[in-house]
C-alpha cells in the first residue's frame, strides 16, 4: 500500500501538466464547448494531432502494437489530469476499442486496424443500444448476413455518440439469429463513409449531440470481423467493463471542487459572499469529502488492473458513487448562487459562466448511460456478495 | 378539520385541468421557449378569461368571484402540471398584491381589467433569491406630482410583455424618515432599461434598470396611512406568491411522475416491463412519499396564505418539501426514462428545467430553512 506516486510517476505527471498548460488555449475550449453539437473545427484536431504525437494515444499499449507500454497508473494519471483541464484525451477508441482488438482480435484484424489508432488518424463510434435494446443489450437485432465475402448489415443503432465525427463503427450485430441470444452476436468494423450508412442527430438536454445510425444493404469485408464469429458479446462485455473504467477518473470533480472553492468568496448580487453561509461551505466540504473517495475508487481501480486484476466490482461502485455525486455536484453548483444559478451559458452574468447549469443538464446521462445504476447495484450485490438473483 | 376538499373544490380543479390540457399542450410550452417569443399565450389567456380564472380570488365589486385564494392555488396545481406560462402566475401576483395594497381607486383601476383578461401584470417587491427579504431595491426621489425611480431590478418576471409593473422604493424625502412605497408602473419609456435573462427553463425574466423613471402620484401605494406599506402587508404577498408557486410545482412533481409511471408500464427490457422491477417500483414510491409530502405542506400554506395569515413556518416547510420533491421526481424521471426522455424531441426535460428554476426562485431548501429557523427562535 502506498498512497503517493513514486519519482517516475511523479515525473509523468508533471509531463502531462507541461503538456496541457502549454496546449489547452482558450480557443480550444470554445471549440470544446461547441462541439457537442457542431462538426469539429480546426482547434480539436490539432490537439489531437499533438497528443498523438506524444505516442500517448497508445501509452497503456504492449510495444509490440507500437505502443508506449505504460500501465493502468500512468493511464489513470493522464486521464485525470485531462479530464482536470476539461479536455478530452485518449478516447474509447484508445481506452476501450484498441484493447479488445488487441485481446481478441486475428492477427490481420491487428495489423489492419491498430496502426491507424495509435497515429490519432481514425476515431471510432461504439454502436451497441438500438432502440428496443439498452440495458437489455444482448437483445440487439441489427443483422449482419455473410454474402459471399462481404458482410450485408441492415438495422440500426442509438445513443451512437460520436457517430457524426467517428470514421469507422465498432458495430454489434447478430449473426446468428437462432443461437441463445448472449450467443449469436459478433463485432464488425464499419467505415462510417461506407454507402448505406446514414447518421441522424439526436440532440439531448444537455445540447449534447448524439446519434441514431442507420444501417442499410452496408457492405463491408468479410475480414472486418473482429475475432471469432459469434463470440462478440464477451469481447464487448469487456469493452463495457473497460468504458466504466474510463469513467471512474475525478479529474474534473476535483476542478469544480477547487472552483466552488473560489467562486463562493466572490460577492453576490445583494453583496453577501456565499462562504459566509455555513451552509454553503458545509455543502462543499461534503462534495470535498465524496470527490476524494470517488478519486480513490478510480485508483484502486486502476492498482488492481495494473496488478493484473479485472476490477469489475470497484469500476461498478464507482460508477454508480461517481454519476450520482455529479448530480449532487451539479446541484451544489446551481443552488449556491440563488436565483443567479439558474441562468445559462447563454447569459453573461452566469456565475461560473454557466458551467454548473449545464452541468445539471449533462449529470443525468451518466446515472442512467453505460448500465443503468438500478442494474449496476444488482452487480454490486449479486457478484459482489453473490446474492440471489431474481427476475432478470 | 377536514383534510379533504369539497366537491365544488374538485370540480374547480377538474374544471382547471381539463382546460389546462386543452390549451395548454407542450407544443406551446415549446413554442414560447423559442429566442424572441414574447412569452404571451393569447389563445390560453382568452380561455382562463372566459372560464373565470382571473376573478377566483378577487371581491365581487371588482368583477371578482370572491372565491377564495385557496381555489387560485387549485388552479395554479394544475398550471403546474400542464406548465403553464409564468405570465398568469406573474399577473394573479400582482393582482393579490393590488387587491391587499391598494385603496379603492387602484383596485377600481386595475382589478376589473384584469379579471376580464386585458391586463397582463408583474412585480418586483421581494428578493427573488429570497422571498423574506423585503428591502426595496429601488430608491424613490420625490419631485412635483410624483416620484423619480431609480435602481436595478433582478429577475423581474415578463418584464418586457406586461402592461403593468408593481415594485416598491425607499423614499428620500428632506426631512421625513424613509419610507417605503410601492409603485405601479408601465414598462418602457423615459429612465426604463430592460435585458433578458436566459435561463434553464427559457422563461421570460429581466434584469431592470431604471434611472430617474417618473411615476406620477396616482400610481403610488403609500399603505394604510400614508406613511409606507406595511412590512406585513409586503411579507403577506411574498408568502402567498411562494404558496401559490410551491402548488405549481406540486402539480409539476404528480405530472413527472404519472408519465414516467407509464413509461415504465410500456418499456419493456429482459422481455418484461421496467416498471414490474422493484428497484423502479422503490423509486416511484420514494417520489410519491416526497410528493404527499410536498402536497400536503404546499396546499396547507396555500390555505393559511388565503386566509390572510402571513404563515412563515408553513410557508417555509411548503417551500423545503416542494423544492427537493420537484427537482428529485424530474431527476429520478430522467432515470427511469433513460435515453428516451433525455433527448430534446421528448417532453421530461421542460418539466426538469422548470423544476430548477423554481427550486430557486424565492429561495432554496437551505434559504427557506433559514426562515423557519427564525420563525422557530433557533436564529
Known sequence: MNFELDAA???????????????????????????????????????RKKIGAKGWFGLNWPAEFGGMGLGPIYQHILMDEFEYWGVQGPDLTVTSVAPMIMRHGTQQNREQFLPPIARGEVRYAVGYSEPNAGTDLASLKTRAELDGEE??????????SQAHVATHEWLCVRTDPEAPKHR??????????????????????????TNETFFTDVRVPRTNLIGQLNEGWQYITGALSL????????????????????????????????????????AIAQLDADVEAAVLMGLEAASLLEIGEMPTITVTVAKVFTSELRQRIADVGTRIFGLAGALSTAD????????????????????????TNEVLRDVIAQRGYTMPRLGR | MDLTHSAEQLELGAVARSLFTRECPTSLVRRLREPGSDGLAPTLWQALASAGIFGIPFEEKYGGAGAGQYELGLVFEQAGRALCPTIVYSTMVFGLGVARLGGDQLKSRYLPDLVEGRLRAS??????????????????????DGWLLSGRLLFVQNAQAVDVL???????????????????????????????????????????????????DDAVLTGPDGTGLAEGDLAWLANSAIALQCMEMV?????????????????????????????????????????????????????????????????????????????????????????????????LHLWSSRAKLTELQGGTTDTAALWLERESGLI
Not at chain 1, 458482410?151 to 451512437?160: A, H, L, M, P, R
Not at chain 1, 452574468?349 to 447549469?357: H, K, M, N, Q, V
Request: hydrophobic share 45%.
Open chain 1, 184 to 209: 449469436g452476436i459478433s463485432v464488425i468494423i464499419v467505415p462510417i463513409d461506407t454507402p448505406g450508412v446514414e447518421v441522424r442527430p439526436l440532440i439531448t438536454w444537455a445540447d449534447y449531440r
Open chain 1, 243 to 282: 468504458e466504466r473504467g474510463a469513467l471512474t477518473n475525478a479529474g474534473d470533480f476535483r476542478r469544480h471542487v477547487d472552483e466552488l472553492k473560489e467562486l463562493v468568496r466572490l460577492p453576490l448580487e445583494d453583496g453577501t459572499r456565499p462562504v459566509d453561509n455555513a451552509e454553503v461551505r458545509r
Open chain 2, 123 to 144: 412585480h418586483a417587491t421581494w428578493n427573488p433569491s429570497n422571498a423574506a427579504d423585503l428591502r426595496p431595491r429601488l430608491s424613490a426621489l420625490r419631485v412635483a
Open chain 1, 151 to 160: 458482410w450485408v448489415i441492415n438495422g440500426s443503432k442509438i445513443w451512437n
Open chain 2, 251 to 347: 402539480g409539476g412533481t404528480a405530472a413527472v411522475i404519472e408519465q414516467t409511471v407509464a413509461y415504465t408500464k410500456v418499456r419493456e427490457q429482459f422481455g418484461r416491463p421496467i416498471g414490474s422491477f422493484q428497484a423502479v417500483q422503490h423509486l416511484v414510491a420514494d417520489m410519491r412519499i416526497a410528493l404527499d409530502a410536498a402536497r400536503l405542506t404546499a396546499t396547507q400554506a396555500a390555505w393559511w396564505t388565503g386566509r390572510g395569515e402571513i404563515a412563515n413556518r408553513a410557508v417555509a416547510i411548503a417551500k423545503m418539501k416542494c423544492n427537493e420533491a420537484y427537482k428529485w421526481a424530474t431527476l429520478n424521471c430522467h432515470q427511469l426514462q433513460g435515453g428516451m426522455g433525455y433527448v430534446l424531441d421528448t417532453d
Open chain 1, 348 to 371: 453573461p452574468a452566469a456565475p461560473a459562466a454557466g458551467r454548473y447549469e449545464k452541468l445539471y443538464r449533462n449529470a443525468p446521462l451518466m446515472r442512467f448511460g453505460a448500465g
Open chain 1, 9 to 47: 510517476q511523479s515525473v509523468w505527471r508533471d509531463e502531462v501538466r507541461a503538456f496541457l498548460r502549454e496546449n489547452v488555449t482558450p480557443e480550444l475550449l470554445a471549440e470544446v464547448g461547441e462541439h457537442r453539437t457542431t462538426l469539429l473545427g480546426g482547434e480539436v484536431a490539432a490537439f
Open chain 2, 166 to 216: 408593481m415594485v416598491t422604493a425607499r423614499t428620500s424625502v428632506h426631512r421625513e424618515p424613509q419610507r417605503t412605497y410601492g409603485f405601479l408602473i408601465q414598462p418602457g419609456g423615459a429612465g426604463w432599461l430592460a435585458r433578458a435573462l436566459m435561463t434553464i427553463a427559457h422563461d421570460q425574466q429581466s434584469e431592470v434598470v431604471l434611472s430617474d423613471y417618473f411615476v406620477a
